[in-house]
Structure formats: C-alpha cells, structure tokens
C-alpha cells in the first residue's frame, strides 16, 4: 500500500504539548503513521520523531515587535520546499502558520487543508486580543496582521477542519461552509482508564480543585484569580507562561501566595494523569472554548468538570454532568458552593455519565476521520 505523504505545519509539541493541538496531533500521529508519511515542520522535540524537520533553526528568530510570528512563517514554508518529496496534501495545523501552508501548497502545486483550532478573528470579536503583552499600537498592528492571514488560509484551504459545530457556526466561517468538515478532538479512553498514581496535593483541606491548561485570558484566567476560594478548598493551578500572556501569569503567581492556593509547573503524560484523576474536580471558566480537550481529559480521568460551558465544550457536555460556573466571578465562587454542597451520591452520578461521554471520543475512530479526510482530498484542484 502506497502511504499518503503530508506535509504537517505543527507550531506546538508532542512531547510537551502547550495547549490540546499538540495532544491532538500527537494521538493521530500515533495512530496514521503505518499509513501517512507525515514530514513534521515545527519546533524541537525532546524526543527523535520521524521525518521532523526543526524550524527554529532554519532562520534567526526575531523577537521584537511580534515580528516572529513573520519569521516562523518562512521558517515553515522553507522546510517544506526543501523536503525530498513531493505531498500529497499540506496540512496547516494553525493559524500561525496558515500563510506557509498557503505558499507551500501552491509551491508544491497541491491541496491544502486548513486546521481551526483557534480563531484570532472571533477572539477579536469578544475583546480578547492575541497580543496582549504588547504595546497597544504594536498588539493592534499585529492582532489585525493574524487575523488577515487567517483569512488568507481559509480562502486558500481546500478543507476547513473544525473541532465542534459550535465553532464552525462562528460568524467568520460563513463564508467557507462548502469547505467545513467536522472533527472533534478526541481521548485515549485506555490511557485514561489505567491505573494511576495518586498525587500528593499540597495544602490540609480535603476537596482538591484543579485548573489545568495556558494562562491565557480566553481561559478566564482572570475571574478565577479575582475570584474568592472558599477556606475549605484547595485550588491548583497547573501550568507555566508558555502559550499565555505574561500579565495572567504574573496574576497567577500573586495569588498563589496563600494558605490554600497552589501553583503546579506544566504536567504532562503520567503526572498530568495523576493529577487530574486525584483531584475532585477540573475547573474551566473559559471565554471562548472551541473544544475544550481538558474538559474531555476530566470526564475520562471520571472527575467532576467545573465548566463555562463555551462554544464546542456545550456540545458534548451535559447540565447533569458539568458544574455551571459562567465566566465572572460571582458565578465561578457560586460553582466552588455548589461542589461543596454537593452530595457523593449526586457526585457519583455526574462521574459515570461524564465517562460515558468521554468514551464516545476514542482516537481510534476519530483518527480515521482524519485519514479519510486524507484520502478524499488529495486530488482536489488548488482553490484559485
């Protein structure tokens, strides 16, 4: 059998994922690669991977004024048409890499497929800006620059792959419903259903509360962290600066100077395993949410989902399963009240609904969605 050749632009990790779009391609990685012959254009990995191709070394990085957003760009595009063979389909994972995708696609003269994991324009659209950290003339110059060049991968893309049906609804895609597909992210439901070893939590009080992920304002990083914690609770929060703001960082490590708040370095495989299976809840104030995979992570590891119930999370999680806790902050305090008011048995119940969701995601079929996805695409005619 003839392997599929894909050319990947992957701007996160494998080995320690940042946010769900390194979880989600190392799981279709894993299970394609007999089949796809994926040449990786990305960043360094800890660990050899097959036909990788590290971009950070390719051209300096500039790192003033986001103008290594623009450097990454060619560092992408240049490894892909410098690898030895011809694709079959290039694939762009991101929106900061859309504009290789779009040049690699027509300098190889094949399909392209885009990947939407994230929209810079509907971040915009709730005042939540991508550059935070920036100058305000600086952080709107290049805000408004990424959301053009999402919109140049979108109309290039032969295929636009979206995570939920919420997302896809997004006002910026409707234009591109003939070229939408649908591919939600995934568990590895066996992973997640072996033995675990429990984790030692910090701090005397019993309910362990966890929020887990980027410190990054669609996260709602900042109304949990102005938001009261009850005595009674202990509440962690995992995760490092990378794929976040500064300024939420810093906010987290401020409030983490307390008696029964706590702050976990970025956890990943067996320790990010443990942790959410030892905790009694996972909480997810999100603003805007177009999967939400550690939402999904939660209801396998069968812990109680603290949710916002944003965007593509609303689509696989029910009220009698998540815990509402809305995005402000008398909403988030009101969710704490309610887990501790909450009676084991009810508890009980919203842990084996919650898995029985999760198990509707296994990455063995999605994967294949993605194969087809492949497959059907590889002859389609470049968009004009």
């Known amino acids: ?16 994922p940042i946010g769900g779009l390194g979880e989600q391609f190392k799981q279709i990685y894993t299970r394609l690669k007999d089949r796809v012959d994926f040449y990786i254009m990305g960043f360094p990995e800890e660990k050899p991977i097959d036909n990788y191709c590290n971009v950070a070394n390719l051209f300096p990085m500039i790192e003033h004024n986001g103008l290594n957003t623009i450097s990454n760009q060619i560092n992408y595009f240049y490894s892909s048409a410098t690898c030895p063979e011809k694709p079959h389909i290039v694939h762009t994972l991101d929106y900061t890499t859309y504009v290789a ?7 190889w003269r094949v399909p392209l497929i885009a ?13 939540i800006h991508y550059c935070r950290d920036y100058s305000q003339y600086d952080g709107e110059a290049i805000h408004n620059t990424i959301e053009v060049n999402e919109l140049l991968g979108l109309f290039c893309a032969n295929k636009i792959i979206h995570v939920s049906k919420a997302y896809s609804q997004k006002p910026s895609f409707s234009n591109f419903k003939d070229k939408e597909v649908i591919i939600p992210n995934g568990i590895d439901i066996k992973y997640w259903n072996t033995t675990h070893k429990p984790y030692q939590f910090k701090g005397k009080n019993k309910i362990k509360v966890v929020y887990i992920g980027r410190f990054a304002e669609m996260k709602g990083i900042k109304n949990l962290c102005l938001a009261e914690i009850p005595e009674n609770i202990d509440l962690f929060f995992v995760g490092d600066g990378r794929g976040g703001e500064s300024s939420r960082y810093n906010m987290v490590m401020q409030k983490c100077n307390n008696k029964n708040i706590f702050h976990i370095d970025f956890a990943y495989d067996d320790e990010k395993r443990d942790i959410m299976k030892s905790s009694d809840a996972i909480i997810m104030p999100s603003i805007h949410e177009p999967f939400g995979i550690v939402g999904l992570e939660a209801l396998a590891s069968k812990t109680l989902l603290i949710s916002s119930f944003q965007d593509g999370i609303s689509e696989y999680l029910s009220e009698d399963v998540g815990i509402y806790c809305g995005t402000e902050v008398d909403t988030i305090e009101s969710s704490f009240y309610q887990l501790l008011s909450m009676g084991e048995k009810e508890k009980s119940l919203r842990i084996d ?3 029985k969701i999760a198990q509707k995601f296994d990455w063995d079929s999605i994967s294949e969605k993605y194969y087809n996805l492949y497959e059907n695409s590889k002859n389609l005619p470049l968009i004009p």
């Not at 995708?101 to 300098?107: D, I, N, T």
């Open 1 to 16: 059998m003839n392997k599929i050749k894909i050319h990947i632009l992957f701007p996160d990790s494998m080995v320690k």
């Open 101 to 107: 995708g779009v040049f690699a696609s027509r300098f």
């Open 115 to 127: 990947s939407m994991n994230l929209s810079i324009q509907e971040l915009g659209k709730q005042n």
């Open 353 to 355: 609904k919650g898995y």
